[in-house]
């Protein structure tokens, strides 16, 4: 992509990218860049055509941020939405793939194309409604929601989808961006020459913003406007952090790491099978599900006090995020502690 | 006011105040915290009862920020909110006051009365619609929207409409904090004990927030949150601008310099009457009306060339915005030029 918009944080930065496709879209709508009077006169009190009744498709158990646009299109927990008026915007079912993936191809992949159906449907029904889909926004990873995976060949698909409906296809990589899975982008992984027309970034890039293509440059300044557009200050940390990435071959680590890492899991899952299951991950952005919420709070708790900081995501996951300087014998280090905690838990 | 949220910009600021408002109010609408079933489903996918259909009341000229919750409260210029989807929430007009005011004063009194009237149809006509006001948003000064003004009784009888109809009363100080009106907040000049339940900041702040009351603070965790929550470098740095101000009395000096900018544009308006109108400023924070956009265009160019930054707001204002080490000396040195550029004009 040949363009980037720099912001403050994540949610500033999905917001603008929202904004982004809505403008796009709607001079696409037009054939032309300019805006008649109605939609100038109508747009100044919250109205069609000049706020047009467009939506973003999203995913439920996505998470986009925290601000009142992509709280729209954040379905993780209630706790997030709760309490905060919404837009009418469609939401389409995420792939809940079946582990070990090598025992339930069959049934991934059903599951996968069921999604991709609703994705089609959702589209064609919310264009009937008038509310077209101008974009759709998915994580190559879905985080807060519990670590939920798919498969590149999903992603593919979904991406000719938005392609074939005339939708912006926006990739969501606050939490995947930055190296984490081996790749410096999580959407390497899908191997596609034209992954996405918007990428969004924030949190390991220490700043937040979007790449995104030409056709999506607002066509006036002050379209797409903030009073500090991101911070410089944080650009020169960035430019430090990518050198150190490249000079100490990172996202190798982490590859190398992140296999240790997964293998240990699997291991665990298999002498602890009444606790543990759905070990996956990508890199070292791993996660593993825990048979209720009390024992995973149980569990975070006595690693905490063995000095091991973990997170939850999801109803009852736990995720793994080291940092890109965890390396292979951090995780033995790790795995040993995690058995003894594991142990006390049989 | 007890409780202060940092957040890293104005727009960031003002959705999450948004938010802790419809937080308030559905929780004093239900009597007590607990969301029901019914909410904590519905709020997943953006539906009633669990993203409710409540409102934020905003003004004509407003400007609150560009990302999709402020901007549904923005009403300053068409190239802002073009093309993005909004709420259907009221809009009521703020005053638009004659000058100069001495010789205005029973027209500017009435036409106060008449915006405070039209709140009050509009938060009743909202509820009945479905879509009960939360909270009320405004700026001490519109600044985007030209540097429009209102009276400390304006301001005073506005918060006491919010009082009585149970919305919760947000300053949004963003521009106008930080001492350039010869206060620290603005909103000091109404002379009020209980001003406001929430004010948001940003710009001269050199961080974004809002200072709030016990009852506006979220009753969880995780429901008013962000991967920053601002930023302690920049808090640093205020700490200082802020030792700076007290040690140097810039309130004081803002006040005298201020005074000598007004009386300075009072007079060139007098001379230039077919060019200047509606001299209006508290401190520094003051503007002038231009005849038309393109003589406000010329003499902002000219200014330029001669070594002045002036900005345009509104339809056809130009705004000055010095920074609070500006001094009496500087305004003179300010008024020579600005005469010279008038001078042209003629």
């Keep these: 992509m040949t363009r980037v918009q720099t912001m403050a944080c994540g949610s500033c930065s999905n917001e603008n990218a929202y904004k982004a496709m809505f403008i796009w879209y709607r001079n696409k709508e037009r054939g032309h860049n300019t805006p008649s009077g109605d939609d100038l006169s109508t747009c100044m009190i919250n109205q069609a055509p000049g706020c047009p009744e467009l939506s973003i498709l999203s995913f439920m158990g996505a998470f986009h941020g925290r601000t009142l646009g992509c709280l729209a299109t954040t379905h993780s927990k209630a706790i997030h939405k709760l309490d905060v008026p919404s837009f009418d915007w469609p939401i389409a079912p995420f792939p809940r793939l079946q582990y070990p993936l090598e025992e339930f191809t069959k049934e991934n992949t059903q599951e996968e194309a069921h999604c991709l159906e609703e994705v089609e449907d959702l589209i064609v029904k919310w264009r009937q409604k008038g509310k077209p889909v101008a974009g759709i926004v998915i994580e190559p990873i879905q985080a807060e929601g519990g670590d939920n995976h798919a498969s590149p060949d999903f992603f593919r698909s979904l991406r000719n989808i938005a392609r074939k409906h005339g939708c912006a296809f926006h990739v969501d990589e606050v939490q995947t961006g930055g190296g ?81 890492l997964l293998n240990g899991l699997y291991a665990l899952q298999a002498q602890y099978p009444g606790i543990l299951s759905r070990a996956r991950g990508q890199g070292t952005f791993c996660a593993i599900d825990i048979c209720d919420d009390a024992t995973r709070n149980s569990i975070l708790l006595k690693a905490r006090d063995k000095g091991v900081l973990l997170g939850g995501c999801g109803d009852r996951s736990i995720r793994f995020r080291p940092a890109l300087v965890f390396k292979e014998y951090h995780v033995h280090l790790f795995l040993n502690i995690f058995n003894d905690v594991l142990n006390q838990h049989k």
Excluded: C
Aim: aromatic share 12%; glycine share 8%; no cysteine.
């Design 180 to 260: 984490s899975t081996g790749k410096f982008w999580a959407h390497e992984h899908w191997g596609m020459d034209d992954p996405a027309d918007i990428v969004s970034f924030s949190k390991k890039l220490l700043t937040g913003g979007y790449f995104h293509k030409d056709e999506l440059q607002a066509d006036q300044p002050y379209r797409i406007f903030n009073t500090w557009m991101g911070d410089p200050s944080k650009n020169l940390l960035l430019a430090e952090v990518l050198n150190v990435i490249r000079r100490e071959n990172l996202l190798e680590e982490v590859t190398r790491s992140g296999k240790a």
